[in-house]
């Protein structure tokens, strides 16, 4: 019998706010990456296959909501990062233990998209031809060969099986700690 491998839980906005504090921005996009996928809630809704959660919008104005702690504590993060260099120069994205971005939800592929950072900055996505679709902003997105990767610009809603999260940019997600956690 295989051993279970422990995932660790996945960090909240809040858990980034020390090294917002410390690093200048090349140093906190050297740290976490270039870009990072936020959920509402905790990865305790993942692996419950069909439940989509729940977004709540971040105001603008959130530096006098009188929540704001809380609010960053109710997001968990997924930073887009490469865990080891790749030849092919993306970010996969998956269930496996293997893929750079491990969404452990019965509704995502174990292989099931990528992300790579364009020349420009941006960052594109592209489906790996998985059985229950990504998409950017209600438009799916192709599988690779059957199409161009999607554009994906900062505030875009993604989905990855049934899995939604905001896409943030490395300047808007530390914007958005500075307003939430200072």
């Known amino acids: 019998m295989a051993a279970q491998i422990e995932r660790q839980p ?6 980034f706010a020390k090294d917002v504090k410390e ?3 090349p140093g906190f996009r050297a740290r976490h990456g270039g870009a990072f ?3 509402h809630g905790s990865d305790a809704q993942l692996s419950r296959p069909g439940q989509l959660p729940q977004w709540t919008v971040v105001s ?9 702690r809380d609010l960053a504590k109710n997001y968990v993060v997924i930073a887009l990062k490469q865990r080891r260099p790749s030849r092919l120069g993306h970010i996969a994205v998956g269930r496996a233990e ?5 969404v452990p939800d019965t509704s995502v592929s174990l292989y099931h998209a990528f992300f790579r950072e364009e020349q420009d ?3 594109v996505l592209q489906d790996a ?5 990504t998409w950017v902003n209600d438009q799916r997105v192709p599988a690779q060969g059957k199409g161009p990767p999607a554009r994906v610009e900062s505030g875009s809603e993604v989905r990855i099986g049934n899995m939604e999260f905001l896409f943030l940019g490395c300047n808007e997600f530390r914007e958005l700690i500075s307003k939430l956690v200072n």
């Not at 996945?10 to 858990?15: F, G, M, R, T």
């Open 10 to 15: 996945l960090p909240c906005i809040e858990s």
């Open 23 to 25: 690093l200048d921005p």
């Open 37 to 39: 996928l936020l959920m």
């Open 60 to 68: 603008d104005d959130v530096q006098g909501y009188h929540g704001a």
């Open 98 to 102: 293997t893929c750079d971005l491990v």
């Open 121 to 123: 900055g941006g960052f």
């Open 129 to 133: 031809g998985s059985k229950n679709g």
